[in-house]
């Protein structure tokens, strides 16, 4: 053993750049599982809400085909506008009599599509085709659940696309009077020989005569000049004098008040298509009269939804005018049904005016 000899120690670690590293990356992966998760909630809540609200919808179907439904007792189901959470269900319950009972979606979820009452027949069937969609607010995103007029019901997709069958054209049937059988004759009533019409002139000969009446003396007038009915007048004839009237002040008419302003849009209604390329895209023109002032124009989807492509033609306007609002489809089964959107004026010029959106395949 040499003396003054030292043993040469090893020391293993890492370098602050490589644990600044690893902490990154640890974030980064961290913070995608946190968001992955999030997200994959937010679908299945999406997902679970819509289709427990289409299963009521069945319930309600199946509700009326049951108790064959007579008219006013017939089940269905309503929602109430863009941005609400709540659907009403009315149906038996098992008590033997209709009543209705509210539902909520689950929390970040709301409809996008406007107020509407789907009502089912003894048969199933509604009136018309309709698209509920259910909007998520994290996923910024629409479910839709489709009720055709059949009274099928399909969520996410539509399996019964009533809008592209075709109107059909019911030919006016004319000429359906058999205008060549001998008509039945109306019958003629037979005079009855026995009725014996009285006489004219005849008179009852046991009858008294009318007395005839003996004219009233007119009365001889006592006037004496002034106004009197005595024997006292003295004839001067004094009346009394009517007095004058003293003529009433008119009033000052007031200024009338500036005319407010008020506004409005035209059509108030637009159908548009995803797969028509001549209904792609539709327009309004809103109006402003008796404005004073400049004022911003905008225009947006009611429950904060994001299924149409909206334009301005003129964002600000200097006093009364109009402004082309244009509304363009997307594609996409969450795209479909009927939205509001709600066109105004800032500073506010009457109340806001609302354009209904028909979206249909």
């Given at each position: 053993?040499?003396?003054?000899?030292?043993?040469?120690?090893?020391?293993?670690?890492?370098?602050?750049?490589?644990?600044?590293?690893?902490?990154?990356?640890?974030?980064?992966?961290?913070?995608?599982?946190?968001?992955?998760?999030?997200?994959?909630?937010?679908?299945?809540?999406?997902q679970n809400s819509a289709r427990l609200f289409a299963t009521y919808i069945e319930k309600a179907r199946a509700d009326s085909i049951r108790r064959h439904a007579t008219t006013g007792q017939e089940s269905y189901i309503e929602?109430?506008?863009?941005?609400?959470?709540?659907?009403?269900?009315?149906?038996?319950?098992?008590?033997?009599?209709?009543?209705?009972?509210?539902?909520?979606?689950?929390?970040?979820?709301?409809?996008?599509?406007?107020?509407?009452?789907?009502?089912?027949?003894?048969?199933?069937?509604?009136?018309?085709?309709?698209?509920?969609?259910?909007?998520?607010?994290?996923?910024?995103?629409?479910?839709?659940?489709?009720?055709?007029?059949?009274?099928?019901?399909?969520?996410?997709?539509?399996?019964?696309?009533?809008?592209?069958?075709?109107?059909?054209?019911?030919?006016?049937?004319?000429g359906d009077v058999d205008s060549t059988s001998t008509p039945t004759p109306t019958a003629t009533p037979t005079p009855d020989p026995s009725a014996t019409p009285p006489i004219s002139g005849e008179g009852d000969p046991e009858a008294t005569p009318t007395p005839t009446p003996a004219p009233s003396p007119t009365p001889t007038p006592h006037g004496n000049g002034n106004g009197s009915d005595g024997n006292n007048g003295n004839g001067n004839g004094n009346p009394t004098p009517t007095p004058t009237a003293t003529p009433t002040p008119s009033a000052s008419p007031s200024p009338s008040p500036a005319a407010q302003c008020t506004s409005a849009i035209s059509p108030i209604e637009l159908n548009l298509s995803q797969s028509d390329s001549t209904k792609k895209s539709g327009s309004a023109v809103f109006t402003m009269v008796n404005a004073t002032g400049t004022r911003t124009i905008s225009a947006s989807i009611a429950g904060n939804g994001?299924?149409?492509?909206?334009?301005?033609?003129?964002?600000r306007i200097d006093g009364s005018g109009s402004s082309v609002i244009t509304v363009t489809t997307k594609n996409g089964a969450g795209n479909r049904g009927t939205f509001i959107v709600n066109v105004a004026a800032d500073p506010s010029c009457g109340a806001t005016q609302q354009l209904k959106v028909s979206v249909a395949n």
């Open positions: 053993m040499k003396p003054n000899s030292r043993t040469t120690t090893q020391q293993r670690g890492f370098t602050l750049t490589q644990m600044v590293i690893t902490l990154a990356i640890i974030a980064v992966v961290s913070t995608g599982g946190v968001l992955g998760i999030r997200t994959a909630r937010a679908e299945f809540r999406l929602t109430f506008g863009p941005g609400s959470t709540t659907y009403a269900v009315t149906m038996d319950y098992g008590s033997g009599t209709i009543e209705t009972r509210n539902f909520d979606l689950e929390s970040g979820l709301s409809f996008a599509t406007a107020a509407k009452r789907v009502t089912f027949d003894w048969r199933g069937r509604i009136t018309e085709a309709w698209v509920f969609q259910v909007h998520s607010d994290y996923l910024e995103r629409n479910l839709p659940v489709d009720v055709s007029g059949s009274g099928d019901i399909t969520v996410g997709e539509q399996h019964f696309p009533d809008q592209l069958i075709p109107p059909v054209e019911i030919a006016e049937v004319t994001n299924s149409l492509v909206l334009g301005v033609s003129l964002l």
